[in-house]
């Protein structure tokens, strides 16, 4: 078992930057891979970034290239999220996910998820 908890959620406007942490514990990860989804309201749950808890490749969605930064500090067992530049489509509740096994961007190959954190980005 894996326990996923984030934190770093909030209101910011157009233009600011958040940062997002996703704290694991549970169990080694050194397989996995830990990644960060987003829900919209209406919408379905879609990939934003992934990176593996050893090595350094890293995945981003087109739509936050450039602009989203995913980090781990692996003596915390801690993933982070760093956005800058945000736009009102950002808007979502953000979700950190684990799974063994390769990277994908299909919300039900990963294993684990936590509870969310909200993030509102005002125009």
């Known amino acids: 078992q894996v326990q996923l908890v984030e934190s770093g959620g909030g209101l910011v406007q157009a233009g600011g930057s958040l940062r997002l942490s996703c704290a694991a514990s549970?169990?080694?990860?050194?397989?996995?891979?830990m990644a960060w989804f987003r829900q919209a309201p209406g919408k379905e749950r879609e990939f934003v970034a992934a990176i593996r808890w050893t090595g350094s490749n890293t995945y981003y969605a087109d739509s936050v290239k450039g602009r989203f930064t995913i980090s781990r500090d692996n003596a915390k067992n801690t993933v982070f999220l760093q956005m800058n530049s945000l736009k009102p489509e950002d808007t979502a509740i953000y979700y950190c996910?684990?799974?063994?096994?390769?990277?994908?961007?299909?919300?039900?190959?990963?294993?684990?998820w936590g509870q969310g954190t909200q993030v509102t980005v005002s125009s």
């Open positions: 549970g169990r080694t990860l050194s397989s996995y891979y």
């Open positions: 996910a684990v799974r063994g096994g390769g990277v994908t961007n299909s919300p039900d190959r990963y294993d684990y």
